[in-house]
């Protein structure tokens, strides 16, 4: 079983550095497409499926494997490891922010950077810790998914995408979240939603890009704030929109915000 089959790896591009992006819950990498051809000019730019999602190999799927973000890193690890020239950055969305994180702890000085968009370490709220939901909300909206998931996903996808006045997109999300495999949903989303990666971004000196939305109900602002602080080489950046997917329904904002960040690893033509 190959790697690119296994994950739908799709290389477009050319530059001396590497981007890997990576999609978030419900999505596929075909979601990166509002905002991944700004970099071909100067990147190589590697997308794939998280095992489970989009065009993947559902038949390696391992219930065991994936029953921690720890197996999805170990993948993107081989992703990199057969696809990367150059430096490194990892783009990742919502959930794959952390498996980068735990890809770059696995390997530590194999990843030069991370985008993160939309990123969550942790979103159950603690004492000193704001995380958006409590515990008894999670456990709620898991419930209902296990209960109903295409009444859930119907429900919930325009939500988290928001984006007033693009309803595609909500609709988009829709049918992502209805096409992906409803009992590989249900897994994947309680190793996202229970998961508390806040000890891994502790101190991690990766250059690092946070793109928080302005208004965000899955990771609000108070999260990136969090980041910006655990981690030492990070840079928060605000971007003005509602919804969980800038990188879908703000892409100009965010290419912007990563020319700034990505000029040391970037080639000389522009994209």
């Not at 890193?73 to 959930?95: C, F, K, M, R, W």
């Not at 009444?151 to 939500?159: E, F, I, K, N, Q």
């Not at 704030?225 to 003005?240: F, Q």
Request: proline share 7%; hydrophobic share 40%.
């Amino acid at each position: 079983m190959s790697i690119g089959h296994r994950n739908n790896v799709t290389v477009v591009g050319d530059g001396p550095s590497t981007l890997i992006f990576s999609h978030g819950y419900g999505c596929d990498h075909t979601m990166w497409r509002y905002l991944y051809p700004h970099f071909t000019g100067r990147f190589k730019v590697v997308l794939y499926d998280l095992v489970g999602a989009g065009r993947s190999d559902l038949g390696v799927y391992s219930s065991e494997k994936y029953s921690s973000l720890a197996g999805y890193a170990y993948d993107l690890n081989e992703i990199v490891d057969q696809y990367a020239v150059g430096p490194t950055v990892l783009v990742g969305h919502s959930v794959s922010a952390m498996i980068g994180v735990l890809a770059d702890r696995l390997v530590p000085n194999r990843i030069s950077a991370h985008v993160m968009v939309g990123p969550s370490p942790c979103y159950v709220n603690s004492d000193d810790y704001v995380g958006g939901f409590e515990l008894q909300d999670i456990r709620s909206l898991l419930d209902t998914l296990d209960s109903n998931y295409l009444g859930w996903s119907s429900t919930m996808a325009p939500v988290i995408m928001g984006a007033p006045g693009q309803p595609a997109l909500g609709e988009e999300l829709t049918n992502s979240f209805c096409r992906t495999d409803p009992e590989i949903a249900k897994r994947f989303a309680r190793v996202t939603f229970l998961s508390d990666n806040r000890p891994d971004v502790a101190g991690l000196i990766t250059p690092t890009l946070i793109l928080q939305s302005s208004d965000d109900l899955i990771a609000p602002v108070a999260v990136g704030e969090y980041l910006h602080e655990a981690m030492p080489n990070s840079t928060l950046c605000l971007v003005p929109n509602i919804g969980h997917c800038p990188h879908m329904s703000a892409p100009g904002e965010c290419a912007e915000a990563m020319d700034t960040f990505l000029k040391p690893w970037a080639g000389q033509h522009v994209g």
